[in-house]
Structures are given as C-alpha cells and as structure tokens.
C-alpha cells in the first residue's frame, strides 16, 4: 500500500512533530521534535529511490551541525507508522511493567488482611457467575475474558460492571488490566480508581491528571486519540465513588455537576474506544 506524503504529516503533527519541508522531498520526510533540553530528527523515507541515500545522509549531517540528533526510519504501511510513534511515545514496555507493579501492589495490600500467613498461602481470583444485559451472546464461565473477548470489535464500546459493595469489582477490574498486559496482542490499558480523589467533580479533570501521572511525553488529546483507535482501552474502578458524595448531599449544584462526568465519557466513545466502569 503506498504511503501519502499528507498521511505522515499528519500522523507526526498529531504527536507534536514540526514538518521540516526544507528537508523533504518525495521519497524522504523530515521532522523534528523538541523536549526540554533535547532537539531530535527524524527522516522518514516513503519512498524506494536508492539515489536518495546520499542525499538523506547529508541532510542528517546538516541536522548534526545545528545541534540536533538525527536518524533514519523506513516503514512499509501508514499502520506501522502509527504503531512505531505509539510505541515510541507511550513507552508500552515500560508502561506495562508500571502496570504489573500497580497489579502486584494491589494483591500485597489485599493479603494484608491476612496477617497469619503462611507460605502456602497466595492470591487468587475467584470467577463468580455473572449475567450479561441487553446481549445475545451467552457468558462464559470467565467473566475477564467476556470482557477482553468484546475488545475486539470495531465499534465503541462502554461496558459496565455493576455490583454491590464488597462483591470484587476491583478485584476484577485488576484482573482485567493484568490479563491486558500479559499478551502484547492486547491494547493497551489506561487504569484509573476514583476513590483516589473522591472530591473530583469533573471527570475531564480527573482524565488529565491521571495522564500527566503516567506519562511525561504524550498530553490528554493523544491518549483520546489512541482510545478510539483502538490502542488503549480506559478501565475506569469505582464510578460511584464520585457520586456518592453527590448522592447524600441535598445541593443541587453538586447533584449536577455529576452530569458532566457522564458527558465526558460519552465523547470518549467514538471510533474503536472502550471504555469499561464498575459501579
């Protein structure tokens, strides 16, 4: 499949990339990026003209003497472009490793209400039998892997698991993000538990914060981006944690300001987004 000149432009810009035309031609496109105190180059090649070799390499030497570090990349398809600056930007090995932790974090604080240990003893998560709403489909007996079963269609997606108290929503909700990260074929999972800051009123906020804490390099817009194209899916534990307050006060205001969390979230489902909420 040829790639368009216009395409990768695009895709670079999306990423905070600055189209250096001075530097392109046809077969070749460069790009620059700036973080801090570090100007870096990028030359993508679009096309198969071997006589462009020379000319690529003295543009990197022209980069190299303004100060700004400079390499080459080629690929076949705009997919693989998009999954190399998804790759490169969300630093998916070390993002899953960061999730694995949270994973393992979760377990130790759940066997601490177990303080007659014994080596003998481990965590395990129990499927219990479950109802699906509004759905043809028949459950399975693995109630993660309904779930990680309906990542997979092109549609968006919001999927609400909804308990009472103490019936292992997050429980379950860490199961599905450490199954997530177990298979790289898997997207790629945003994680966020309101009870964190139970006195957020707008989920917008409560979006960019958590982004700002797990990534230094990739702002709101590109995590939305990605969620509805399919890269990442946003499991969000603990919805009635923002409204509970709500819930039990007799101000309007704070009543209605619930509204716009659900508002948000609708927005978000576009394109192949899912999202999924226990509450």
């Not at 801090?36 to 090649?45: D, M, P, Q």
């Not at 129990?126 to 990542?151: G, M």
């Not at 999927?159 to 450490?178: D, M, Q, R, V």
Request: negative net charge; proline residues 3%.
């Amino acid at each position: 499949m040829e790639i368009f000149a216009s395409q990768v432009v695009e895709k670079y810009k999306k990423y905070g990339f600055e189209y250096k035309k001075k530097y392109s031609n046809r077969s070749y496109l460069t790009f620059t990026f700036r973080s801090g105190f570090f100007h870096n180059a990028e030359v993508v090649k679009v096309g198969n003209n071997a006589d462009d070799t020379q000319e690529i390499e003295k543009r990197l030497k022209e980069l190299n003497k303004v100060g700004i570090s400079a390499k080459i990349t080629e690929y076949s398809t705009l997919k693989d472009i998009e999954e190399g600056l998804f790759k490169g930007f969300f630093d998916v090995k070390a993002w899953r490793k960061r999730i694995g932790s949270e994973y393992q974090e979760y377990v130790e604080s759940v066997m601490l209400a177990y303080p007659d240990q014994s080596e003998d003893l481990s965590y395990d998560y129990i499927n219990a039998p479950y109802t699906v709403v509004n759905s043809d489909i028949q459950p399975s007996s693995k109630i993660v892997d309904d779930i990680i079963s309906r990542f997979s269609d092109d549609t968006a997606q919001l999927i609400l698991i909804e308990a009472p108290a103490g019936f292992g929503k997050t429980c379950t909700s860490y199961e599905l993000i450490n199954q997530l990260i177990s298979n790289e074929c898997n997207p790629i999972p945003f994680f966020t538990e309101f009870s964190r800051d139970r006195q957020a009123r707008i989920f917008s906020h409560v979006f960019v914060r958590e982004v700002d804490r797990a990534f230094s390099q990739v702002n709101s817009d590109i995590v939305e981006y990605e969620l509805k194209h399919g890269r990442i899916v946003m499991v969000l534990d603990g919805f009635d944690e923002l409204l509970s307050d709500t819930q039990q006060s007799d101000s309007s205001e704070d009543y209605e300001n619930a509204e716009p969390m659900l508002e948000t979230i609708s927005e978000l489902l576009e394109g192949k987004s899912k999202i999924v909420i226990t509450s």
